[in-house]
């Protein structure tokens, strides 16, 4: 025979304890089981656990689940609803906290790398602000010495004509040193 064994200082087993536990797995988003509720109960017999979790289950089964106002339930169901929901909020308040915590140390992070960058920028910006005014001077410097260049060029160009001009001219004259004309020499 399966008799229930039960822990001393514990309740009489009944529908509400055995719901109140798989309620609470329920909204704790366990999955209540039959070894999970007896595990709870610390109970080893589970055939009286058993009947009252088939019953729960058709209770509260997906093909037309009964809706009870939570003050139609019994005061323990409440109590315990009540500790569950608050431990609940407990552990989301702490993740929350935890997570907040985390996002500001990220953004705490970002914002010091954000800094960081903006003075690279600035200095950057510095840096092609000077190397602009170097590139401007560089292309005004290369514009005058094209300029010049061009100047020589044709200032070469007019006394390489010149010396041309000069070199007939004195080729002209050295023909005549060589070759007297009769002109020069007739007249003595």
Request: hydrophobic letters at 40%.
């Amino acid at each position: 025979m399966n008799q229930m064994k039960v822990k001393p200082n514990h309740l009489d087993l009944d529908f509400n304890s055995v719901a109140a536990i798989a309620d609470r797995m329920a909204w704790t988003g366990r999955l209540p089981t039959l070894s999970a509720i007896c595990e709870e109960l610390h109970v080893q017999s589970i055939d009286r656990v058993k009947q009252y979790f088939e019953l729960w289950k058709a209770r509260y089964s997906s093909d037309g689940a009964e809706k009870t106002h939570i003050a139609d339930m019994s005061p323990e169901f409440k109590h315990l609803l009540a500790d569950a929901f608050e431990k609940r909020v407990i552990a989301l308040k702490a993740k929350l906290n935890a997570e907040c915590a985390e996002i500001r140390i990220d953004r705490d992070r970002l914002a010091k790398i954000n800094e960081r960058k903006d003075a690279q920028i600035q200095a950057l910006m510095l840096a092609l602000g000077d190397a602009e005014v170097k590139i401007a001077d560089q292309e005004r410097r290369i514009s005058r010495l094209k300029n010049q260049i061009t100047v020589e060029r044709d200032a070469m160009a007019k006394a390489g004509q010149r010396i041309g001009g000069a070199r007939q001219g004195l080729t002209k004259v050295e023909h005549r040193l060589e070759d007297p004309s009769p002109e020069l020499s007739g007249g003595a």
